[in-house]
């Protein structure tokens, strides 16, 4: 079993590096003077379990180039197996035709990473969870729900809690983490006028007094999410929380959020963190480095992974 890091989000990949006491496989990235991407692996890898992690993260196109040339240098250098481990999958969004002649970008990169040479995808809380069928290799979608019942266990122990739907896509992902904490959900209804930008409607449940805790898979400009937590706090909500999985936090996000009515954000590690989002004081970041070690462990060892979230 060896471990590859592209340079999406290397202290993930040392974090799970740790975790499995592995080293990362020695390995050359660079860019010619036209940006051009370089990659040689500097390890024999024939024969070998090869597991190569990186975010598609921003620069989005950079990182998806870059994970492609090395799924194709590893599949030259004849590697038995190799998993594209994806802890955030960028294009995830792009999963239908939301117009005329519109592409989707999702059925697209999933055609190129199987070219590339992947046999296997891991990642985490994809966007639309059909897109598991965009791939005509074996795909393991994790799922941040355990590590967020978890913490919030710890941090809302004695509260009333209840677990909002920040819309009506979110809601089994926020049932899930409803049903895992015993407590009870509310959906936000909104109406979204026109691309990225959201208009909060009402609220569908008794937020009165409760600890609102509102889930969704991603938080790009914050708009969205901030509009809901307003909404709950004109409702009546006591405190207002959030449980994010991909922080992709872009175009003011951050001070967007950091001027908000959010007593915390929480978002996980599949992004690397920007300076602004280490240092905002209502954005704290869980690891999701053990859960990915514990896949990728059991993918190794041809055992569950579902069962991790039994």
């Known amino acids: 079993m060896k471990i590859v890091a592209g340079n999406g989000n290397i202290p993930l990949a040392q974090a799970v590096a740790s975790a499995l006491e592995l080293p990362l496989t020695k390995a050359i990235v660079r860019r010619f003077a036209d940006m051009e991407i370089f990659v040689e692996i500097q390890e024999n890898v024939r024969g070998q379990d090869v597991f190569?992690?990186?975010?598609?993260?921003?620069?989005?196109?950079?990182?998806?180039?870059?994970?492609?040339?090395?799924?194709?240098?590893?599949?030259?250098?004849?590697?038995?197996?190799?998993?594209?481990?994806?802890?955030?999958?960028?294009?995830?969004?792009?999963?239908?035709?939301?117009?005329p002649r519109s592409p989707i970008s999702a059925k697209l990169v999933a055609n190129l990473l199987t070219?590339?040479?992947?046999?296997?995808?891991?990642?985490?809380?994809?966007?639309?969870?059909?897109?598991?069928?965009?791939?005509?290799?074996?795909?393991?979608?994790?799922?941040?729900?355990?590590?967020?019942?978890?913490?919030?266990?710890?941090?809302?122990?004695t509260r009333e809690m209840m677990i909002v739907s920040p819309d009506v896509g979110g809601v089994i992902r926020a049932r899930e983490l409803a049903r895992r904490l015993e407590t009870d959900l509310a959906i936000i209804d909104k109406r979204r006028e026109r691309a990225g930008v959201s208009e909060v409607m009402n609220v569908i449940g008794d937020v009165y007094g409760r600890d609102c805790i509102l889930v969704d898979d991603i938080c790009d400009s914050g708009g969205t999410l901030c509009n809901a937590a307003a909404a709950l706090q004109r409702n009546g909500a006591r405190s207002i929380n959030a449980y994010i999985t991909h922080g992709v936090l872009s175009a003011g996000a951050v001070e967007r959020v950091a001027s908000s009515v959010f007593s915390m954000m929480t978002i996980t590690d599949s992004i690397v963190a920007t300076e602004a989002t280490r240092t905002a004081s209502n954005i704290r970041q869980a690891t999701i480095a053990p859960l990915l070690a514990e896949a990728m462990r059991r993918i190794a060892d041809e055992s569950s992974v579902s069962s991790l979230f039994d």
């Open 52 to 99: 190569v992690i990186q975010s598609t993260s921003y620069p989005a196109n950079d990182n998806l180039m870059e994970l492609l040339i090395m799924l194709d240098a590893l599949r030259r250098g004849s590697a038995r197996r190799i998993t594209a481990v994806i802890p955030y999958f960028g294009y995830a969004r792009q999963d239908r035709k939301s117009s």
């Open 115 to 157: 070219e590339a040479g992947a046999n296997r995808i891991l990642t985490l809380d994809l966007h639309a969870s059909q897109i598991q069928g965009f791939f005509d290799i074996p795909v393991d979608n994790l799922y941040a729900a355990p590590l967020f019942a978890e913490d919030a266990k710890k941090r809302f122990l």
